[in-house]
């Protein structure tokens, strides 16, 4: 197998024929107009017109690469969740993957009824990932479930540096420990990544924690595109929507009360993950900091 190349690799036209060709080597597909492709610092994607329509080839980052493996898992235990791979290759960091129409953005839904619709969907998919969280920590996907919140708070605060909120940390992992089976935090889900057929897309953020991490870009980023506050009915009916998923595992005020809690502790992933993808974009060299300085804030979406 060839080696992974760097974003700057990714950026010369030996790499594309080579990507194209290994596309016409394990799906036969190959292009028929202009191959348009984009570089984001954590990840570079090529649209491939073909004869049976556009193909999307992803190829993340080293410290993104576990998405490769994580997609194709997802593709197993749940079809009807995620797009089925056209073909995969972990050690290449490649995921080709069909066309899969536009997002609930893209098509202009309301955004709020959108994640309202979504986010049930999304939580059944997370009870149904609980019993696979061994099958995805083995493939790479970082873990910050609650036992491990405590050493990625240390991780964070090395990296990046900050105050010493430990005891808080601490103390949050203590909570949400044992309330609810960790499972995958999505960790970018906004309405660009809920996909209008139902599916969701772009997983290269994820990671092992509290399920209702999640919530912490689905609300927050809701909240900033409609300027509304925490209380408002646009982004209380779609936690509510989705937290009655969970409504076998505690009273609903339990349960609204868990996921401030999880949101609070999910800012600690949500800094890691901007180390890991986008540390070699100066454009986002702050984010680190400004994410884990979050932690600090009265706010519990104060880390998106």
Same mark, same amino acid.
């Given at each position: 197998?060839g080696?992974? @190349?760097?974003?700057?690799?990714?950026?010369?036209p030996?790499?594309?024929?080579e990507?194209?060709?290994?596309?016409?080597d394990?799906? @036969?597909l190959?292009?028929?107009?202009?191959?348009?492709?984009?570089? &984001?610092?954590?990840?570079?994607?090529?649209?491939?017109?073909?004869?049976?329509?556009?193909?999307?080839?992803?190829?993340?980052?080293? @410290?993104?690469?576990?998405?490769?493996?994580?997609?194709?898992?997802?593709?197993?235990?749940?079809?009807?969740?995620?797009?089925?791979?056209?073909? *995969?290759?972990?050690e290449? /960091?490649?995921?080709?993957?069909?066309? !899969?129409?536009?997002?609930?953005? =893209?098509?202009?839904?309301?955004?709020?009824?959108?994640?309202?619709?979504?986010?049930?969907?999304?939580? =059944?998919? $997370?009870?149904?990932?609980?019993?696979?969280?061994?099958?995805?920590?083995a493939?790479?996907?970082?873990?910050?479930?609650?036992?491990?919140?405590?050493?990625?708070?240390?991780?964070? *605060?090395?990296?990046i540096?900050?105050?010493?909120r430990?005891?808080?940390?601490?103390?949050?992992?203590?909570?949400l420990?044992?309330?609810?089976?960790?499972?995958?935090? /999505? $960790?970018d889900?906004?309405?660009?990544?809920?996909?209008?057929?139902? &599916?969701?897309?772009?997983?290269?953020?994820?990671?092992? +924690? /509290?399920p209702?991490?999640?919530?912490? *870009?689905?609300?927050?980023?809701?909240?900033?595109?409609?300027?509304?506050?925490?209380?408002?009915?646009?982004?209380?009916?779609?936690?509510?929507?989705?937290?009655?998923?969970?409504?076998?595992?505690?009273?609903?005020?339990?349960? *609204?009360?868990?996921?401030?809690?999880?949101? &609070? +502790?999910?800012?600690?992933?949500?800094?890691?993950?901007?180390t890991r993808?986008?540390?070699?974009?100066?454009?986002?060299?702050?984010?680190?900091?400004? !994410?884990?300085?979050?932690?600090?804030?009265? =706010?519990?979406?104060?880390?998106?």
């Amino acid at each position: 197998m060839g080696s992974v @190349g760097t974003v700057q690799e990714r950026g010369t036209p030996g790499w594309r024929d080579e990507v194209l060709a290994w596309i016409a080597d394990v799906t @036969g597909l190959r292009p028929v107009g202009e191959v348009t492709q984009r570089h &984001r610092a954590w990840s570079t994607v090529l649209r491939v017109p073909t004869a049976d329509g556009p193909v999307w080839l992803k190829e993340p980052v080293t @410290g993104m690469a576990a998405e490769v493996g994580l997609h194709a898992l997802l593709a197993r235990v749940a079809p009807d969740a995620v797009a089925t791979p056209l073909a *995969v290759d972990v050690e290449r /960091h490649r995921l080709l993957l069909p066309d !899969t129409g536009p997002s609930v953005r =893209d098509d202009g839904s309301d955004p709020s009824a959108a994640l309202t619709a979504a986010l049930p969907r999304y939580a =059944d998919l $997370q009870r149904r990932l609980a019993p696979h969280l061994a099958a995805m920590a083995a493939l790479g996907v970082p873990d910050a479930t609650p036992p491990a919140l405590p050493a990625r708070y240390a991780e964070a *605060v090395a990296t990046i540096g900050g105050p010493d909120r430990t005891a808080e940390v601490r103390a949050w992992a203590d909570e949400l420990a044992g309330t609810v089976p960790s499972s995958l935090d /999505h $960790q970018d889900l906004h309405a660009g990544n809920v996909l209008a057929d139902g &599916r969701f897309a772009d997983w290269g953020d994820a990671v092992l +924690a /509290h399920p209702f991490a999640s919530l912490l *870009v689905a609300l927050g980023s809701l909240r900033r595109r409609l300027q509304v506050t925490t209380d408002d009915v646009a982004v209380t009916r779609p936690r509510d929507a989705y937290l009655e998923v969970f409504t076998d595992v505690a009273p609903r005020d339990r349960l *609204v009360h868990l996921s401030r809690v999880a949101c &609070r +502790a999910a800012v600690v992933a949500r800094a890691l993950t901007w180390t890991r993808g986008a540390s070699a974009d100066p454009r986002f060299v702050d984010a680190p900091r400004e !994410t884990l300085a979050a932690l600090g804030d009265p =706010d519990w979406l104060a880390g998106t």
